[in-house]
């Protein structure tokens, strides 16, 4: 994983595979990668924030910025964690369970829903982690992305 300076050298921030990547207000970096969650602190460097997934897919920061969402393909389900003063990882639970196929990615909004790509399309869970519903879509999905809508006045 790199990062590309204004004067346009990269800077190499883990040598680690990433698989979904998600960047704090505060400098902190998490990613799911094949160990584990890991973190990349602006003052300390990259750790493994968390090993209690078996096969992280997808990482997502609450609206608030002081929980990470992670969507654990091996256990099929989604854990969330509580985010230190630190950056560092504590308290993970299981938020949600996806029994019936492996979740990927995931996102949040600011009403605290989280969105998952799962099994048949994208599942949608509130803030307490109760199942709303699934948006079916043709095939299951491999991951999903927010993208800013713009209207057009004339």
Same mark, same amino acid.
């Given at each position: 994983?790199?990062?590309?300076?204004? !004067?346009?050298?990269?800077?190499?921030?883990?040598?680690?595979?990433?698989?979904?990547?998600?960047?704090?207000?505060?400098?902190?970096?998490?990613?799911?990668?094949?160990?584990?969650?890991?973190? %990349?602190?602006?003052?300390?460097?990259?750790?493994?924030?968390?090993?209690?997934c078996e096969r992280p897919a997808g990482v997502a920061l609450g609206p608030n910025q002081q929980q990470l969402y992670v969507a654990d393909a091996g256990?099929?389900? %989604?854990?969330?964690?509580?985010?230190?003063?630190?950056?560092?990882?504590?308290?993970?639970?299981?938020?949600? !369970?996806? &029994?019936?196929?492996p979740p990927a990615g995931l996102k949040t909004d600011e009403s605290g829903w989280v969105w998952v790509a799962g099994p048949g399309g994208i599942w949608?869970?509130? &803030?307490?982690?109760?199942?709303?519903?699934?948006?079916?879509?043709?095939?299951?999905?491999?991951?999903?992305?927010?993208?800013?809508?713009?209207? %057009?006045?004339?």
């Open positions: 994983m790199t990062r590309t300076e204004k !004067d346009g050298k990269l800077t190499v921030l883990s040598h680690q595979n990433a698989t979904d990547v998600v960047y704090a207000i505060d400098g902190n970096i998490y990613f799911s990668g094949t160990a584990g969650v890991h973190g %990349i602190h602006p003052k300390s460097g990259e750790a493994v924030a968390s090993r209690e256990q099929r389900n %989604i854990r969330i964690f509580d985010i230190a003063a630190n950056g560092a990882l504590k308290n993970g639970r299981v938020f949600a !369970d996806m &029994k019936v196929g949608v869970f509130n &803030k307490e982690g109760n199942l709303l519903g699934t948006i079916a879509i043709p095939e299951s999905p491999s991951n999903l992305n927010w993208e800013r809508a713009s209207t %057009i006045c004339s």
